[in-house]
């Protein structure tokens, strides 16, 4: 496994060794071991959550607070873009994002730990995402930051609107949640 320190503290791009053949291919998609070697820190999983969308889909800038959930995506059919944005506000990166083209194809997969938000648009036809969770979902404490956020400012790669949830149509201003 290879893992690349991204833009942001403690985000990091993993990429999996991948064995091919003519019959097809495997890789280890997770080794607790390697993954925490890999990340510098100590981590717990305690729930999986899969999701299917369709192209033009955009879920997010969703978070967690209080009990934030550190998560490890992947993608196992189609593609998505991933966004990752720092909303530590004693992080050095605080309100800076960064973004990951994740695929069936390349396998890659992204570590985004607590205190950090997360999205994701789905470029082809359809999409399976896959992540694993530090800490359970607890729909009282979820909050959304707006997906088209000026302050932010991500540069998504939309092929016009995009499809939103309710939830996600309200999301808030980066700028009013933090205070900034």
Request: aromatic residues 12%.
């Amino acid at each position: 496994m290879k893992a690349t320190p991204l833009a942001i503290n403690d985000v990091f791009l993993i990429e999996p060794q991948v064995f091919g053949d003519d019959r097809g291919f495997f890789f280890e998609s997770f080794n607790h071991a390697r993954f925490e070697a890999a990340v510098g820190c100590q981590v717990k999983f305690v729930q999986d959550n899969h999701s299917k969308s369709a192209r033009g889909v955009l879920r997010g800038l969703h978070f967690q607070d209080p009990n934030p959930q550190g998560k490890l995506v992947r993608v196992t059919q189609g593609e998505v873009f991933d966004v990752a944005v720092d909303i530590r506000k004693d992080s050095p990166t605080f309100g800076r994002w960064v973004g990951e083209t994740l695929s069936a194809e390349n396998k890659r997969q992204l570590w985004i730990p607590e205190g950090l938000a997360h999205g994701f648009l789905v470029l082809s036809d359809t999409a399976e995402f896959l992540y694993k969770t530090t800490d359970y979902y607890a729909p009282e404490f979820e909050h959304c930051i707006r997906w088209d956020d000026p302050t932010l400012a991500i540069k998504w790669p939309l092929d016009g609107a995009p499809t939103l949830s309710s939830k996600d149509q309200d999301g808030m201003l980066f700028s009013e949640m933090f205070n900034v």
